[in-house]
């Protein structure tokens, strides 16, 4: 638990110091991005331009030129060939992104400051939440990713931060899309009451048992009727007592465990 807890220290301080990438050979262009174009030994054709709403750049000496969706890669090479062909010789260009505009992702949920973020280049999910500032003190370990719908409708993938974390690899990490939506979740609590070490809330994950609950609050007391624990759950916005509860029941967020006194 202690280790989630400072999972949103580490993003802070961590996460921005590893790297906000430079446009990677394999970024897509699309509209609003502003390219810095280069021709060695030919300052002259030095051109800074934004793609427009059609997908095109005008340069020098070949005119408009569609760029839309092609690599970084695959605009330096169109842009080499057009001026290969009749003007100038073996052209070495280079192509630069200076303002990446044409990719957004949402985040929403316990983070800092949800929001619409520009995709800059390739974009991790630990690098976007850094970006809106951290996770909250109610966020949960469960992060839901959807992509853009397609005809077969929307992919949803659900990560688990705790276990993202605990890869120790950024190879490991999960990598962003253009219009995905991420939704950072509240942390599912349970109350802990009673003859325990310390009677309190705790997070819980998927899969939480009573005695992993009761564990976290410190075990049993001494005066602990372990054999009597009660689990008050709300039902159709109805409470409902569950008496003699099996340790290995599964707890849900917002359950109530009481734990009494044995007076034997």
Do not use: C, W
Request: glycine share 10%.
């Amino acid at each position: 638990m202690r280790k989630f807890i400072a999972l949103s220290f580490f993003l802070l301080l961590i996460l921005p110091s590893l790297t906000v990438f430079a446009a990677s050979m394999s970024y897509q262009v699309g509209e609003g991005d502003l390219l810095l174009i280069k021709v060695y030994d030919m300052d002259d054709l030095t051109t800074t331009v934004r793609v427009d709403a059609d997908g095109q750049i005008g340069f020098p000496l070949i005119g408009q030129v569609n760029v839309d969706g092609l690599t970084i890669q695959q605009v330096r090479d169109s842009i080499s060939a057009e001026l290969a062909d009749g003007y100038l010789v073996n052209p070495q260009v280079s192509v630069l992104v200076q303002e990446y505009r044409s990719n957004k992702i949402v985040i929403i949920g316990e983070v800092v400051r949800p929001g619409l973020y520009e995709l800059q280049g390739e974009m991790s999910l630990l690098e976007l939440i850094s970006r809106a500032g951290g996770l909250t003190q109610d966020a949960g370990s469960l992060v839901t990713i959807r992509h853009e719908k397609t005809d077969q409708g929307l992919s949803e993938i659900k990560v688990d931060l705790a276990d993202l974390m605990g890869q120790q690899s950024s190879e490991v990490d999960v990598v962003l899309a253009n219009n995905d939506n991420v939704f950072v979740g509240k942390a599912g609590l349970v109350y802990v009451t009673g003859e325990v070490g310390k009677p309190d809330a705790y997070k819980i994950k998927d899969g939480t048992t009573v005695i992993k609950a009761i564990t976290m609050a410190g075990g049993f007391s001494k005066l602990a009727a372990k054999n009597k624990v009660r689990l008050v759950r709300i039902v159709d916005g109805q409470e409902q007592t569950m008496g003699r509860v099996s340790m290995n029941e599964i707890v849900q967020p917002d359950d109530v465990l009481v734990v009494p006194e044995s007076f034997f």
